[in-house]
């Protein structure tokens, strides 16, 4: 048993420090003295529950935050995260520029404003809305609140026709329908506001995504809408929106019933643009009436900024939008919150007008094989298999027809593969697992982690959560030469679980082990709702 759980290292330190006895000969301030490092608190605890009665100098507040921060990992190596880590040096200087900028406060930075209005018109360009004029949009602090904003349209204009038809909006309610490999942020809208979530289970002939056949088993008349995800969080696969949208074209004509569709393009709807062109998934399906997206994600902004674009006003109703009459002047706001920084929309026009389209497109397609590389390279192990498909061919494409004549085929053409997100997904091979039961898919996890390397191991979705995957996230910084070494240490970590069978019940130890936590100011277990199995690990 871990003696970990039973001393505090909180009271050792508390315990174990020089009896301080006061001395009267001198009342200079620790402060001001020439220290060596950190001033006073280079040998006095530095404050974690209370406000102290006195300040250090702003150097010193730096020092002792910059050295508890390096206990953190690389933002470099953390390939878990869907967001974005690096930007020019140039980006840095103008949003460290425009820090201080409140985005609401519309009429005393109004040049911020119309960068803003630009952003949405861009994107509702770059989605294919009817109308650039007709389309509306906003910034928002990621996808997450973006997702609960295209939630509130689609439930209120559910109301108002429900309202027209003399039904009740209360007696049974409204639902929305999304896979049950949802983001956790789609089942947030769902529950802070009242509506039923009907989870749509997803397995391996699906690609572990939402099915559109099964997902009108869930559908009725109380459906406020469809979430149809451009990438899904577990392994990268786009859902297919134009196939939902035929079945509820179809729906609509036997039923009368009108179900639009939000797609969930926190990563993908800065991806399929660029990499995909042909794939049909946005605006150009009338059905979509909303879409969202993370600028802080493969839009390659820092972290702070996502967006939610309607394909016209009517799809936004009027009493979701506050006119405000604030500083002196009338203000529109639809959001969830009313202050928010302006750097990071600053930094997404900086990104537009730095990389434009070809830009965008030179960083999705090098994203997308670098992937397909890791994708190879595990798979060509034979400890491994890889659960996403961007590095397979479609069974149409130039490089399957062509197979026995593949002078001049272009494999660096993603047209020819299965579309999805740079992402890597894998587990151990069967093969693997029968001939080495013993060792533990977490422990490799772990074993990266020691060498830097932050590479989850989680549970797919209800009715998979027997299934563990490790998840790669391939971004921009994400070069050819971290997948060299990345693989280089995946297959010695593996090998050595191999080599050293008999030691393995240490790494058991090992990747079960926990730092010790304190409770105070944290949540007890037991204290959050019951899981329902949508993706609530780090994204």
């Known amino acids: 048993m871990s003696l970990s759980k039973h001393i505090n290292p909180e009271s050792l330190i508390r315990e174990s420090k020089d009896k301080h006895r006061h001395h009267h000969l001198t009342t200079t301030s620790l402060n001001t003295i020439s220290h060596p490092y950190g001033a006073r608190y280079g040998t006095q605890s530095i404050p974690k529950f209370h406000l102290p009665s006195k300040g250090t100098s702003a150097d010193n507040a730096y020092q002792l935050i910059h050295d508890e921060l390096t206990l953190d990992g690389s933002p470099s190596l953390n390939l878990a995260s869907f967001v974005h880590t690096w930007m020019p040096e140039p980006a840095n200087k103008l949003m460290l520029e425009n820090m201080s900028k409140n985005l609401i406060d519309q009429d005393e930075y109004p040049m911020t404003q119309l960068i803003h209005t630009r952003c949405v018109s861009i994107l509702a360009d770059l989605w294919h809305a009817p109308s650039t004029q007709q389309a509306i949009g906003t910034a928002t602090t990621g996808s997450s609140e973006a997702i609960q904003l295209g939630g509130l349209a689609m439930k209120r204009i559910w109301q108002e026709r429900r309202r027209a038809a003399g039904k009740s909006i209360h007696e049974p309610g409204p639902n929305i329908v999304m896979g049950a490999n949802a983001q956790v942020a789609l ?93 049909l998934w946005d605006f150009k399906i009338p059905r979509v009436v909303s879409i969202n997206t993370s600028g802080h994600k493969f839009g390659l902004s820092y972290v702070g900024v996502g967006w939610v674009v309607w394909r016209s006003k009517q799809y936004l109703p009027k009493d979701l939008i506050f006119e405000l009459h604030y500083l002196g002047s009338v203000e529109y706001s639809f959001s969830l919150n009313f202050s928010r920084p302006a750097a990071p929309i600053i930094g997404q026009y900086f990104n537009f007008l730095h990389l434009g389209f070809e830009g965008y497109r030179a960083v999705a397609l090098d994203d997308l094989k670098n992937a397909r590389l890791l994708s190879r390279a595990l798979e060509r192990t034979g400890w491994y298999t890889v659960l996403s498909d961007i590095h397979r061919q479609k069974s149409d494409s130039l490089l399957v027809k062509g197979a026995q004549a593949s002078v001049g085929t272009d494999e660096e053409n993603p047209e020819n593969y299965i579309e999805g997100l740079p992402v890597v997904s894998f587990h151990f091979s069967d093969s693997f697992q029968e001939q080495y039961p013993e060792v533990q898919q977490k422990w490799i996890q772990t074993l990266l982690r020691a060498k830097g390397w932050i590479v989850p191991n989680y549970e797919l979705p209800p009715s998979l959560e027997n299934v563990q995957i490790l998840r790669v996230v391939v971004r921009e910084n994400c070069t050819e030469a971290l997948i060299d070494r990345l693989v280089a240490d995946t297959v010695e970590i593996t090998q050595s679980l191999i080599d050293r069978a008999s030691s393995t019940h240490a790494l058991d130890i090992l990747g079960s082990s926990q730092y010790h936590k304190t409770n105070i100011g944290q949540m007890d277990g037991g204290s959050a709702s019951q899981s329902s199995g949508t993706y609530a690990k780090q994204c």
């Open 187 to 279: 089942e947030k809208f769902a529950r802070y506001f009242e509506v039923e979530c009907r989870l749509v289970p997803v397995n391996a002939e699906s690609k572990y995504r939402l099915d559109p056949k099964k997902a009108m088993q869930y559908i009725d008349e109380n459906t406020i809408g469809v979430y149809v995800i451009l990438g899904s969080t577990y392994t990268g696969h786009y859902e297919p929106v134009k196939e939902m949208a035929d079945l509820l074209d179809e729906y609509e004509k036997q039923t009368g019933c009108s179900v639009p569709i939000h797609v969930d393009g926190a990563s993908g709807a800065f991806i399929a643009p660029f990499a995909h062109p042909k794939l």
